[in-house]
């Protein structure tokens, strides 16, 4: 069946770092991949996504490729900022099914 | 553009009462999921549907229960409640059967237990 794992929390950096959270997938099929954040206080929402190996899914500065070979989908942000701290969900989805990683929760002191 | 709604927005019960919450998926979405966050925890999978029926269950206590209907809202049934049972519920929907889509997600029901 299908599952995500992702890199276990919680994540810690200064401000200006650089960001990395793992995320790896087993998948029967050929799934689309998605980073979804939870900010303070909010419900989820999409961060970026990638539908087909290569892809690379960015938004907000954030970065994730769609790595067929190593089965990865690694989130990755240059230079994050405060306002960056949030949990961090890893997701696949094929027709059939969809799956969520546990989260990584970053928080980013100035 | 329809989002998911989920009903309450905030609710308070006491111990041993029970609640209903509710959600409603964006139209034409077949599943739903369930998730539970307590005060300042990570969301944890409770329970799925798909097409009126459960398709996935994660760490739902016996106490509650949910169902799917036939217009495709669910409802989650708790039961007994206990003060750990205070935390965000919130819902997400998709469609299944399809490429590329992704889940949305509701802006919760908060639940106090006091």
């Known amino acids: 069946g299908n599952s995500v794992t992702q890199m276990e929390g919680p994540v810690t950096l200064s401000e200006e770092a650089f960001l990395t959270i793992n995320c790896t997938y087993t998948a029967t099929g050929y799934p689309s991949l998605f980073w979804y954040v939870q900010y303070p206080g909010e419900g989820l929402q999409l961060l970026l996504k990638?539908?087909?190996?290569?892809d690379k899914g960015s938004n907000k500065g954030f970065e994730a490729t769609y790595r067929k070979e190593t089965t990865s989908f690694h989130l990755e942000k240059g230079s994050v900022q405060v306002s960056d701290s949030a949990v961090y969900f890893c997701a696949l989805s094929d027709p059939d099914d969809m799956r969520f990683g546990a989260g990584t929760r970053l928080t980013v002191k100035p | 553009a329809a989002g998911v709604i989920q009903s309450p927005r905030h609710l308070i019960k006491e111990k041993r009462e029970t609640a209903t919450l509710k959600c409603y998926p964006i139209?034409?979405?077949?599943?739903v999921y369930w998730y539970q966050q307590g005060p300042g925890q990570d969301p944890q999978f409770l329970i799925s549907?798909?097409?009126?029926?459960?398709?996935d269950k994660g760490s739902i206590p016996d106490r509650f229960s949910a169902q799917q209907f036939s217009d495709y809202h669910s409802e989650l049934n708790m039961s007994s409640l206990e003060l750990g049972d205070s935390a965000l519920y919130f819902c997400?929907?998709?469609?299944?059967?399809?490429?590329?889509?992704?889940?949305?997600f509701g802006q919760g029901t908060r639940l106090t237990v006091v």
């Open positions: 990638a539908t087909k190996a290569d």
């Open positions: 139209p034409r979405h077949d599943t």
């Open positions: 549907f798909y097409e009126k029926m459960q398709s």
């Open positions: 997400a929907s998709r469609v299944l059967g399809r490429l590329n889509t992704e889940a949305f």
